[in-house]
Nanobody, 115 residues
Framework: VQLVESGGGLVQPGGSLRLSCAAS????????MSWYRQAPGKERELVAS????????NYADSAKGRFTISRDNAKNTVYLQMSSLKPEDTAVYYC?????????WGQGTQVTVSS
């Protein structure tokens, strides 16, 4: 299993970013996918998840109305579209998949929201 996140960067408050997570090594279209984030000094937290077919999505309260998770099973990629970003969204963002009861993580992508 390999997960590679990209798309992070520095953005001003109120701005937008789209994160991508390219997956390989497993049957991507058969698994739910999740985005997590970890801010300095804080525990890693779930941001959003999406079912294998994309029909069911769940969001943390902090993400509702601002973030959208989606996936393209033809491209083995899951996305996190983030808008109206706030300084408190600053964190390393990770995608995760649980395969055969094992959690697999990418290396993360840094998102910094600052003026």
């Amino acid at each position: 299993v390999q997960l590679v996140e990209s798309g992070g960067g520095l953005v001003q408050p109120g701005g937008s970013l789209r994160l991508s997570c390219a997956a390989s090594g497993f049957a991507f279209s058969s698994y739910a996918m999740s985005w997590y984030r970890q801010a300095p000094g804080k525990e890693r937290e779930l941001v959003a998840s999406i079912s294998s077919g994309g029909g069911t999505k769940n969001y943390a309260d902090s993400a509702k109305g601002r973030f959208t998770i989606s996936r393209d099973n033809a491209k083995n990629t899951v996305y996190l579209q983030m808008s109206s970003l706030k300084p408190e969204d600053t964190a390393v963002y990770y995608c995760k998949v649980r395969v055969l009861y094992v959690d697999n993580w990418g290396q993360g992508t840094q998102v910094t929201v600052s003026s």
